[in-house]
């Protein structure tokens, strides 16, 4: 027997039984986007397993692996978590889409226009679903359109949506190469793609997209790729990082000293603190203006419980 021989482990590959029935299932997104994972490599045992390099695997017990792995996740260390990977094909509208392809720590295949006829479908918005933009938040929104508004919309939502692909689909029958044939198709037209990342930035992804101040078709994504999937595949970690990061609340060291001043009951003082920072200013008429920075903060502080009358402070 060579040296090789006497050297080789016999290992099997991580099989996660949850995750085995989610194999080719296909999660309904929006009106007509998917997703569907399509492999997946390593579990919360193989997180576990890196950051040990070695163990006797009849000795540890899962609440050892679980204080393990929420001990990773409360001090970032990552490495652990990029020895887990997925492979997911997910149908998305291509606007959605610009935003999810700017998370270039995966791996991305897409369909190709180039090569194929586009897909023949595209994201509608409902007459109740069409969105207000924010007052506060540039790239945001806060309230819906009054439906009788909504209604028209949507009715020429769907006659332009019509039209385009009447008139892609033209150039396409009178040899229009489809390279140049596509330069009109609406940013509502779903586009498919296989990607594939590491846990960790996978985390990163659902910090951003889950949030609730993300873009409702996005979140939409990221829910179902978070609930439905990643929470079966490695749930301890899935735990870890829904109590650090997804549900936490991050405090900067000015907020830090704020709140500090509002415990003891210094107000005042608080007040006075961001004035000093330029975060709270005056106007003419003598009004207190607040910063987006100051605005955040008191977010988190009524998450928190604490109270302050900011617009009479």
Same mark, same amino acid.
């Given at each position: 027997m060579s040296s090789n021989d006497n050297d080789s482990e016999n290992l099997s590959r991580t099989i996660v039984p949850e995750m085995?029935?989610?194999?080719?299932?296909?999660?309904?997104?929006?009106?007509?986007?998917?997703?569907?994972?399509?492999?997946?490599?390593g579990s919360d045992e193989s997180i576990v397993q890196a950051a040990r390099i070695s163990y006797g695997?009849?000795?540890?017990?899962?609440?050892?692996?679980?204080?393990?792995?929420?001990?990773?996740?409360?001090?970032?260390?990552?490495?652990?978590?990029e020895m887990c990977e997925i492979k997911l094909h997910v149908r998305v509208p291509m606007d959605c889409w610009r935003q999810w392809i700017r998370h270039r720590t995966a791996s991305v295949n897409e369909y190709s226009t180039r090569y194929s006829?586009?897909?023949?479908?595209?994201?509608? !918005?409902?007459?109740?679903? =069409?969105?207000?933009?924010?007052?506060?938040?540039?790239?945001?929104?806060?309230?819906?359109?009054? !439906?009788?508004?909504?209604?028209?919309?949507? +009715?020429?939502?769907?006659?332009?949506?019509?039209?385009?692909r009447v008139a892609y689909e033209e150039r396409i029958k009178k040899g229009v190469a489809r390279e140049q044939a596509r330069k009109d198709l609406p940013l509502s037209t779903y586009t498919e793609a296989y =990607?594939?990342? #590491?846990?960790?930035n996978l985390f990163h992804?659902? +910090?951003?997209?889950? #949030?609730?101040?993300?873009?409702?078709?996005?979140?939409?994504?990221?829910? @179902?790729?978070?609930?439905?999937? @990643?929470?079966? =595949?490695?749930?301890?970690a899935w735990n870890a990082f829904s109590d650090y990061r997804l549900n936490s609340t991050h405090l900067s060291q000015i907020e830090t000293e704020v709140l500090k001043y509002l415990i003891?009951?210094?107000?005042?003082?608080?007040?006075?603190?961001?004035?000093?920072?330029?975060?709270?200013?005056? #106007?003419? +008429?003598?009004?207190?203006?607040r910063?987006?920075?100051?605005?955040?903060?008191?977010?988190?502080?009524?998450?928190l419980g604490?109270?302050?009358?900011w617009e009479n402070w």
């Open positions: 085995e029935d989610l194999l080719g299932r296909s999660f309904a997104v929006l009106d007509d986007g998917f997703i569907r994972v399509i492999d997946y490599m695997k009849g000795t540890r017990r899962i609440n050892e692996d679980r204080g393990l792995i929420r001990y990773l996740m409360r001090h970032h260390h990552t490495t652990p978590f006829i586009a897909i023949d479908s595209v994201q509608t !918005t409902k007459q109740g679903g =069409w969105r207000k933009q924010s007052s506060h938040n540039k790239q945001g929104s806060d309230s819906f359109l009054d !439906t009788k508004i909504g209604r028209l919309l949507s +009715a020429k939502e769907e006659r332009l949506h019509h039209h385009i =990607w594939k990342i #590491d846990l960790h992804f659902l +910090a951003l997209r889950m #949030d609730s101040h993300a873009q409702h078709e996005i979140r939409s994504y990221a829910n @179902v790729i978070g609930n439905e999937i @990643v929470r079966k =595949w490695c749930p301890l003891n009951q210094n107000s005042a003082e608080a007040k006075a603190y961001l004035f000093s920072l330029g975060l709270l200013t005056l #106007d003419s +008429a003598g009004q207190i203006n910063s987006r920075e100051v605005i955040e903060m008191q977010s988190k502080f009524n998450a604490v109270q302050l009358d």
